[in-house]
């Protein structure tokens, strides 16, 4: 079945460092990948979405790029900010019909001033 | 844009009572909602998937008679926790499919504490 394996945080930053955090999956076909968001004590925003191989997904200075030679959907962000500290989960969805979301396990990200 | 709209946004109730919660999709019709916990520090588990007019599909190990699924209507899904324990004390989140490989629009979840 179709899986997102995402690394283990948590991760702390300090100010205008830069930030990866990967995400690998397994899926059969061409799955969509995206990243979500999660402040604390909120439910989840999109945050950046690739529906096809080599797209990249862009928003808020976040980037990913789906590709599908290493089945991975990596986000990074050149200059974190405070404001960036939440959870971040990496999630795909297959193409047949309403599908559910796959979720990784999360990644809880620490930026300090 | 599409906005799924997700009550109440926490409640208390005590042990061996009943919660219900209310999921809308409120400027698109949704034939499938998708039903979420989450336990504190962890990801989001599928529940089930609730489909209008026909029964709720549940994961492997999720009690259908315990987390009852009623969708009415195409603009909103409930999930009932009967009998609720403190075990049941979970954040919850509905979401509803767009499109094709659009997003799927979240709600902003329920904390339910059981006493």
């Known amino acids: 079945g179709n899986s997102v394996t995402q690394m283990e945080g948590p991760v702390t930053l300090s100010e205008e460092a830069f930030l990866t955090i990967n995400c690998t999956y397994t899926a059969t076909g061409y799955p969509s990948l995206f990243w979500y968001v999660q402040y604390p004590g909120e439910g989840l925003q999109l945050l950046l979405k690739?529906?096809?191989?080599?797209d990249k997904g862009s928003n808020k200075g976040f980037e990913a790029t789906y590709r599908k030679e290493t089945t991975s959907f990596h986000l990074e962000k050149g200059s974190v900010q405070v404001s960036d500290s939440a959870v971040y989960f990496c999630?795909?969805?297959?193409?047949?019909?309403?599908?559910?979301?796959?979720f990784g396990k999360g990644t809880r990200l620490s930026v300090i001033a | 844009g599409a906005v799924v709209s997700q009550h109440p946004s926490w409640v208390i109730c005590k042990s061996g009572t009943s919660v219900k919660i209310e999921c809308r999709s409120l400027?698109?019709?949704?034939?499938?909602m998708f039903w979420y916990r989450q336990f504190p520090k962890q990801s989001l588990m599928l529940m089930a998937t609730s489909n209008e007019g026909s029964k709720a599909t549940y994961e492997q190990g999720v009690e259908k008679d315990k987390f009852l699924i009623n969708h009415a209507s195409l603009t909103l899904s409930t999930l009932t926790v009967t009998s609720a324990h403190p075990e049941d004390s979970s954040f919850y989140i509905c979401s509803a499919p767009g499109f094709d490989n659009s997003p799927l629009h979240f709600g902003n979840g329920t904390r339910l504490t059981v006493t």
């Open positions: 999630a795909l969805r297959g193409l047949s019909g309403n599908t559910p979301l796959v």
């Open positions: 690739a529906t096809k191989a080599d």
């Open positions: 400027d698109f019709q949704a034939t499938t």
